[in-house]
């Protein structure tokens, strides 16, 4: 008998695991469906590219919509930065 409740719960465990997994597995496979840009998406891309700008720290241009901008409130002008750390450096220099 207790072989028998054993066996029931061991199959009622692998079968959890096995609806978990195959959820796990569609919600990747769904993921990965989004990352890919359409054809439209890239076509899009190609005929507007994006802006470029560079950091005022190191040169380095980066697209505007990752841009970290700053503007200085007494003369109003916009400083762009690469990151967080290269705006710190760039007021604490
Ligand atoms: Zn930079």
């Known amino acids: 008998m207790k ?13 959890a695991l096995r609806k ?3 959820l796990w597995l569609q919600h990747q496979k769904n993921q990965r469906r989004t990352d890919i840009p359409t054809q ?15 950091c005022a720290h190191c040169g380095m241009y980066i ?20 990151s967080t750390a290269h705006r710190q450096q760039y007021f604490s220099s």
């Open 63 to 82: 697209p505007v919509s990752e841009a970290i901008r700053h503007t200085d409130l007494d003369t109003h002008n916009d400083v762009v930065f690469c």
């Open 20 to 22: 978990k997994l195959r």
């Open 40 to 54: 439209t998406q890239v076509e899009m891309r190609a005929k507007h590219p994006e802006a470029m700008l560079a």
């Open 3 to 15: 072989f028998f409740l054993w066996c029931a719960f061991i199959l009622l465990v692998v079968l």
